[in-house]
């Protein structure tokens, strides 16, 4: 700047010079800035990670074609090093539908947060908590970049204010996480909130703390797999609910949830074109005999539209199957007893697994069917002390609170208190239905018997006699407790045999169409388990 006189003489006066002054950096041009936009396209250095899909790559795959519109490209321009500042945020569309997306870039800093990064994160939040729109995460961060804390860690715009929009937004729109490499410290939280954690096989991981940091703090030596690997959280953990060997399957696995979620929770679940089951034809199927196990799958083949189930946490928790289908190209929920595993006990975490699909359903207006093959819940000293009355009572509540259209279907044995969790009659089912061979009681005849008469068993000496004694109560208590009566006291709606179950259930799906729930509230989020 140069000092002038004014015209009129009353003092001095500035003007701006028509130059910078000597040694000033010219400012950026019009194709400076092009090209910077233009390096931020390219994405980070992914030489080091060959069997990842770069972050554009994975967003080709997982979009549709052109219709991605990015926001914050420019994010921390003046660093050539700090692409996108390593995250890109924008709002694309799957099978046409919108959907905001937050995709870490592994290339630029591993993908950690620094205060761009999370302020990218957070604007495209709350833009999906005031557009409604359903969110899906490409996570593959090594967390924040402790170079700058004062940017992530304690303030109102920083790492917290991502996961607090995280839980706003849940139960109101899906969100949708794909683990393609490591999400670690706090930034673990982020697929944790989510509604659906795929994570690729030996590139993903979640853990609070690293296995260095791990040794350092309590002096255990460990692996980054082991920690928090993808195999370890989907069978144990139960954290990741399906592992992929490609970045690609997981994107892919990614849009067909998407199919049978709506895009907020004031809307319904997507129709289909109604296919045929892929399997028919009932006999031998459901063995007689309670203490015989078979694969309940092959019942869901029989039942629901052709390819169309689409299991939730397949690895973990096994005695249970939950998971997403179609009936006749409606969306549903089923919940079925695994008698292959367990024997079909509900354990500690398979009551989890349970209680968190079907808040996950109640939140997105998806109704459940449960398909009961269940001796109860498992007994002992060890399920005990892990709190299986607890974990038990989450799953109660979570089916009793459902507001859907919610409908039984026992399949042979219907026992104790796993009768009630699988939705007894007494939690409002649109129907309970039966197939011809089904059990429903307090126990299984044989267990009940020796709890009536334990004194008077123990004390017949005679072996046949013995036998012959147990027998004969046995069958007492089945013509007591039979199916019949069980239609005839209302617990039962329609006895229905296999061949015409699914019949049955599309023809009382469509009849539920118009059910409705109270207006003007979110239905609740949808609880980790």
Not at 208 to 229: I, Q, Y
Not at 397 to 416: C, G, H, I, N, Q
Request: hydrophobic share 45%; aromatic share 6%; glycine share 10%.
């Amino acid at each position: 700047m140069t000092e002038t006189a004014p015209a009129n003489g009353t003092g001095p006066a500035w003007e701006v010079s028509a130059s910078p002054p000597p040694g000033a950096p010219a400012p950026p041009s019009g194709d400076d800035v092009l090209a910077a936009a233009e390096r931020a396209r390219q994405g980070g250095d992914t030489s080091r990670w060959p069997a990842k899909l770069p972050v554009r790559r994975r967003l080709e795959v997982l979009l549709d074609p052109g219709s991605f519109v990015e926001d914050g490209l420019l994010a921390a321009a003046s660093d050539p090093g700090m692409l996108a500042d390593g995250v890109i945020t924008g709002v694309g569309e799957i099978e046409g539908r919108q959907v905001a997306i937050i995709a870490h870039d592994f290339g630029v800093k591993a993908g950690s947060w620094g205060e761009r990064t999370c302020e990218k994160q957070i604007r495209i939040l709350e833009r999906a908590d005031r557009d409604l729109l359903p969110v899906i995460y490409l996570v593959d961060s090594a967390g924040g970049r402790l170079t700058e804390q004062m940017g992530f860690f304690p303030g109102r715009r920083g790492a917290s204010r991502i996961f607090h929009l995280q839980v706003a937004l849940s139960g109101r729109v899906p969100q949708i996480c794909c683990l393609h490499g490591p999400s670690a410290a706090g930034g673990a939280y982020m697929p944790a909130f989510t509604d659906w954690v795929g994570m690729v096989d030996g590139q993903a991981s979640m853990y609070l703390a690293s296995p260095r940091v791990a040794e350092k703090v309590t002096g255990e030596r460990t692996t980054a797999e082991e920690m928090g690997g993808a195999r370890m959280h989907a069978e144990v953990s139960g954290c990741g609910d399906a592992v992929f060997d490609e970045d690609w399957q997981a994107l892919a696995a990614a849009r067909l949830l998407f199919t049978y979620l709506p895009a907020h929770f004031d809307q319904p679940p997507p129709a289909a074109e109604p296919r045929e089951p892929e399997a028919t034809g009932w006999d031998g199927l459901v063995p007689e005999d309670p203490t015989v196990g078979y694969d309940v799958q092959t019942v869901i083949d029989r039942l629901v539209d052709a390819g169309s189930f689409f299991e939730i946490k397949p690895d973990w928790a096994q005695e249970i199957v939950v998971g997403f289908a179609r009936l006749e190209g409606r969306v549903i929920g089923l919940v079925a007893n695994q008698p292959q595993v367990r024997s079909g006990a509900i354990h500690v975490d398979s009551a989890d697994k349970a209680a968190r699909f079907i808040s996950l359903c109640d939140a997105f207006d998806v109704p459940l069917v449960f398909l009961q093959d269940v001796p109860g819940f498992m007994v002992g000293v060890a399920v005990e002390r892990q709190g299986i009355i607890r974990h038990g009572a989450k799953m109660i509540a979570a089916m009793s609170s459902a507001e859907v259209p919610k409908f039984t279907v026992v399949l042979r044995k219907a026992y104790a208190a796993g009768f009630y969790a699988m939705c007894a009659p007494g939690f409002e089912p649109r129907a309970t239905l039966a197939l011809p061979s089904a059990f429903i009681g307090a126990m299984g005849p044989e267990a009940s018997v020796n709890a009536v008469y334990a004194g008077k068993i123990a004390a017949i000496e005679d072996p046949e006699e013995r036998e012959a004694f147990v027998a004969a109560r046995v069958e007492e208590h089945r013509a007591e407790v039979n199916l019949l009566r069980m239609g005839d006291e209302l617990v039962v709606d329609a006895v229905v045999p296999g061949e015409e179950l699914r019949g049955e259930l599309v023809t009382r799906l469509r009849h539920a169409d118009g059910w409705t729930r109270r207006p003007g509230r979110r239905h609740h989020l949808v609880s980790p388990v």
